[in-house]
């Protein structure tokens, strides 16, 4: 693991850090084949209906995408498929108030040939709003299936890009062959970030709000200048097309929000400034750094969907005689992540409706993550609230989506007990009416028709001797697998002597093994994900730093039995 740690401790400095899109592949079926039915009937569930709204022993009807009926009382159709619900709690569809869920990266734009000019071209510096995210969205990105099988039913997804990437869409997370079946609603939102043109203007934070003020009192002359020529145009001159300024003129008219993705309580700051002296609908969307923002927040009425993303939990240096420094760092380090914890509690305390955002975050870790908001304050109900009934409403979907009501989309979540317990796990999820069926043992999706699980556990059970090669050296050590209680866990051990690491989002399906882990890299957690195939007792494989852009094979074989 030292080398590891050391290669990746030396990428910090040398290795610009970008995004990236797992290869994971999806596990919702590509066939597209059709349903032998349109309407599902779940009986003898305890249905939620709402936050705070809980029916028991209630039956809920899809057909056609919609949902029909929901009571204790209720005609089942007789095309119907019938879903036993004992022990099961249905929840309302989640919405993901932010994200890049199904839209995949596009490559970096080509640096051009002279960056040094105060005006570099649009592609380049990432002024971009007239692009769509429509575009950016592929059918198969392995997101979706990702997003949907933790409960999310709606994303607002906005697209890949610099300062000003485009305009953002709702979609739903179903399958389907084609992009525009996903589309709930198109240009629900601006999508901005303080996020340069690297050796290029604007490549500050300075030089982008300067840049952002100028093209959006750009957009408003030239909108009134088109209004003045459309009313009358004699002896006015005929305005030139500008699809940059003209992408401004919904958020000048107030039909769109401008989503602002900032992190940190410097950032949305200075996103409250620009929309005090510009005047736009702001929602400041990934917020993780809240704690110290409610007053502003409520004064200029700005909407807010806070981070799932959360740091992990420090830990106290082990050492008996840590000096004074050392112990105000620790100290430093824990009130950090306890006011970060607690932020969300304190900001509904304050009176701050607000929705979750996943943009930052790990599928795998949602659930822990929302269990942690809860467990220091925020109740099952507000949480509840922030992944339905809150987003829905700070989205403007509240009529189509987050309760389980009459005539609302078909987007619910059937989980086998309380969602909000750690050992629950999610046994269906219905989305635009479609089921989606899983294994409640490992998490995997079921095959239409088949009811055992889709991988044989045994197969990766054990000790696996590994071996991986960085340009720091060879690593070697053991990779462990175990089932207990039908729950998969894995452990990753190094011949060097470094601490064990735990084994996380463990996947086996269809002889494709994968998994993630975490190593700190010079104060910096570092994610690596591993994807490979298992044939008998060998494990070939490819680990991603996506922090990076860095890839490496790794062997690893099973000892034997």
């Known amino acids: 693991m030292k080398i590891l740690r050391k290669t990746l401790?030396?990428?910090?400095?040398?290795?610009?850090?970008?995004?990236?899109?797992?290869?994971?592949?999806?596990?919702?079926?590509?066939t597209g084949e059709s349903p032998a039915t349109r309407t599902y009937a779940i009986t003898n569930a305890t249905i939620v209906q709402a936050p705070g709204k809980l029916m028991e022993e209630g039956t809920i009807v899809i057909t056609d995408g919609l949902i029909t009926a929901v009571g204790k009382n209720v005609n089942i159709p007789v095309t119907a498929e019938v879903i036993d619900g004992t022990d099961m709690f249905v929840y309302p569809g989640f919405i993901d108030g932010m994200s890049n869920t199904g839209a995949e990266r596009p490559a970096n734009p080509e640096r051009p040939d002279n960056l040094f000019t105060p005006d570099p071209p649009n592609y380049y510096a990432g002024i971009t709003p007239e692009n769509q995210v429509v575009d950016q969205i592929k059918v198969d990105e392995n997101s979706i299936e990702a997003m949907r099988k933790v409960g999310f039913t709606i994303s607002h997804t906005v697209p890949y890009g610099r300062m000003l990437p485009g305009s953002g869409a709702l979609i739903l997370l179903r399958d389907a062959d084609h992009p525009d079946k996903l589309i709930l609603t198109e240009g629900s939102s601006l999508y901005s970030q303080f996020s340069g043109a690297p050796g290029a203007y604007p490549g500050n934070t300075l030089g982008i709000?300067?840049?952002?003020?100028?093209?959006?009192?750009?957009?408003?002359?030239?909108?009134?200048?088109?209004?003045?020529?459309?009313?009358?145009?004699?002896g006015v001159a005929r305005p030139t097309r500008d699809r940059v300024s003209e992408a401004f003129y919904p958020v000048i008219e107030k039909r769109q929000s401008i989503f602002y993705n900032a992190s940190n309580s410097l950032e949305a700051r200075r996103a409250m400034r620009l929309q005090k002296?510009?005047?736009?609908?702001?929602v400041l969307g990934n917020l993780q750094e809240g704690w110290d923002l409610a007053d502003e927040i409520k004064s200029t009425n700005t909407k807010v969907f806070m981070s799932l993303e959360l740091p992990k939990e420090p830990k106290s240096s082990k050492e008996e005689d840590k000096s004074d420094e050392v112990k105000r760092l620790e100290e430093r380090r824990m009130e950090f992540y306890k006011k970060y914890i607690s932020q969300y509690a304190e900001?509904?305390?304050?009176?701050?409706?607000?929705?979750?955002?996943?943009?930052?975050?790990?599928?795998?870790?949602?659930?822990?993550?929302?269990?942690?908001?809860?467990?220091?304050?925020?109740?099952?109900?507000?949480?509840?609230?922030?992944?339905?009934?809150?987003?829905?409403?700070?989205?403007?979907?509240?009529?189509?989506?987050?309760?389980?009501?009459e005539g609302k989309i078909g987007n619910l979540i059937v989980s086998k007990g309380p969602y909000f317990e750690k050992k629950s796990q999610i046994k269906y999820v219905f989305v635009d009416g479609e089921k989606h069926e899983y294994d409640v043992k490992d998490g995997s999706k079921v095959k239409e028709g088949d009811e055992t699980p889709v991988a044989d556990l045994d197969a990766i059970l054990g000790a696996w001797n590994y071996e991986f090669t960085t340009p720091q050296g060879t690593q070697t050590g053991k990779f462990i697998f175990t089932n207990e209680s039908d729950i998969l866990s894995g452990t990753m051990t190094s011949s060097d002597g470094t601490p064990d690491t735990d084994l996380q989002n463990i996947s086996f399906l269809n002889g494709e093994l994968s998994f993630d882990f975490s190593i700190d890299a010079g104060g910096q957690s570092v994610d690596i994900v591993v994807v490979g195939v298992v044939d008998g007792n060998n494990y070939e494989a490819e680990a991603s730093v996506a922090a990076f852009n860095f890839t490496f094979p790794i062997q690893a074989t099973k000892d034997e039995a």
Do not use: C, V, W
């Open 209 to 234: 709000m300067a840049k952002f003020r100028n093209l959006y009192k750009n957009a408003e002359l030239s909108k009134n200048h088109s209004e003045l020529y459309a009313s009358n145009p004699e």
């Open 347 to 405: 900001l509904q305390n304050a009176g701050i409706k607000f929705g979750f955002s996943s943009i930052d975050a790990r599928s795998s870790q949602l659930k822990d993550n929302l269990l942690t908001i809860i467990e220091n304050g925020l109740s099952e109900d507000q949480a509840l609230a922030a992944l339905t009934t809150n987003s829905a409403e700070l989205l403007g979907i509240s009529k189509i989506a987050g309760t389980l009501d």
């Open 277 to 282: 002296e510009l005047g736009f609908n702001l």
């Open 9 to 30: 401790f030396r990428l910090l400095f040398i290795l610009p850090l970008i995004g990236f899109t797992s290869n994971i592949k999806a596990q919702s079926d590509p």
